[in-house]
């Protein structure tokens, strides 16, 4: 299997608010773009009128409640198209209510989606706390998604993501350690990586190998932030091209290629001031070249 074959390219339909979804789709074919992810999420109503943007008002409004309903539809539109319906990315912690839980399932399962984006549940505040006892209430917690998941034919699938407990290879281990790889996989956040600090790649991935269900693939790097009140700086971060990361994507690119099967890139670039169809050109493009796809043609 060549390596373009195990790594296709995907993205997320967070990072495309000035597109309806025939846009979206022409720009994924025109780009080589094959999976897609919904953004099931209510727009709040005081963002509705305001320009377009990644976590504000989008052109797509998908609701959950139209996912369920129209998801057949959509479903059936995306593979005409030739692209995969791949996972929802709901704002979903695994402590969430039942009537809720049961809602963004549905929605997945109708969207032709085999999973469904899961975060851990949150740990306590700023505070010191007993972590024992909150590994063993998350634990608890994801296999009762987990059990509602499967009664829909979905995977969930933990994020590692900055200010969750799963922001790190070790921490993320300890929440899946239990659970049968078929049932819940891993996204490798390679922003967050470069967010959370200098993390080996080949450790990383050998950490949660049996896990490692795709990636989400942008770029972030530091940048110069203000001190504090006792003269100490902090530092900021900024979202980038891909190129520009702190973080060295093509080493994390061979290494997940290396575990020998289908993990989808999907791509999450948030460089502000650019418009989201230029981002997905701009990061398709590079990683075409990683991956050894023919150059697209272009949007």
Same mark, same amino acid.
């Given at each position: ?36 992810? #919904? ?6 109503? &005081? ?16 609701? $959950? ?28 912690? %695994?402590?969430?209510?039942? +009537?809720?839980? +049961? ?18 549940? $949150? #740990? ?45 290879? &070790? ?55 203000? #001190? ?25 690119? +061979? ?14 670039? #948030? ?12 990061? %398709? ?9 023919? +150059? $697209?043609? &272009?949007?």
């Amino acid at each position: 299997m060549a390596c373009s074959d195990r790594l296709p390219l995907g993205v997320t339909a967070v990072m495309l608010p000035e597109l309806d979804l025939d846009q979206q789709i022409d720009l994924c074919r025109s780009l080589g773009v094959t999976h897609y992810v #919904y953004r099931p999420r209510h727009i709040p109503d &005081g963002r509705r009128h305001e320009p377009y943007s990644n976590w504000g008002n989008h052109r797509f409004d998908l609701t $959950p409640e139209r996912l369920a309903a129209e998801g057949a539809d959509l479903a059936r539109q995306l593979r005409d198209a030739g692209l995969v319906p791949w996972c929802t990315v709901p704002r979903l912690t %695994a402590d969430v209510e039942d +009537e809720e839980l +049961e809602l963004h399932l549905a929605g997945a399962a109708a969207g032709g989606c085999q999973r469904v984006r899961i975060m851990p549940t $949150p #740990y306590p505040g700023e505070r010191v706390f007993d972590f024992g006892e909150y590994l063993d209430q998350a634990r608890k917690d994801l296999a009762g998604v987990v059990e509602r998941a499967r009664a829909h034919q979905l995977k969930a699938v933990i994020e590692m993501h900055v200010g969750t407990a799963a922001c790190s290879p &070790g921490l993320t281990r300890l929440l899946v350690q239990d659970f049968d790889p078929a049932h819940v996989g891993v996204i490798l956040d390679l922003p967050n990586f470069a967010r959370e600090g200098a993390i080996r790649p080949n450790l990383a991935i050998s950490v949660l190998s049996d896990w490692v269900d795709h990636c989400h693939v942008g770029g972030s790097r530091r940048v110069q932030g203000d #001190y504090d009140e006792h003269g100490f700086r902090k530092a900021g971060q900024l979202m980038c091209p891909l190129t520009e990361s702190d973080m060295h994507t093509p080493t994390w690119v +061979e290494l997940v290629a290396s575990l020998g099967r289908e993990v989808p890139l999907i791509i999450e670039d #948030y460089t502000p001031g650019v418009s989201g169809a230029m981002r997905l050109e701009a990061t %398709a493009r590079a990683l075409h070249r990683l991956v050894g796809l023919p +150059e $697209p043609a &272009g949007a």
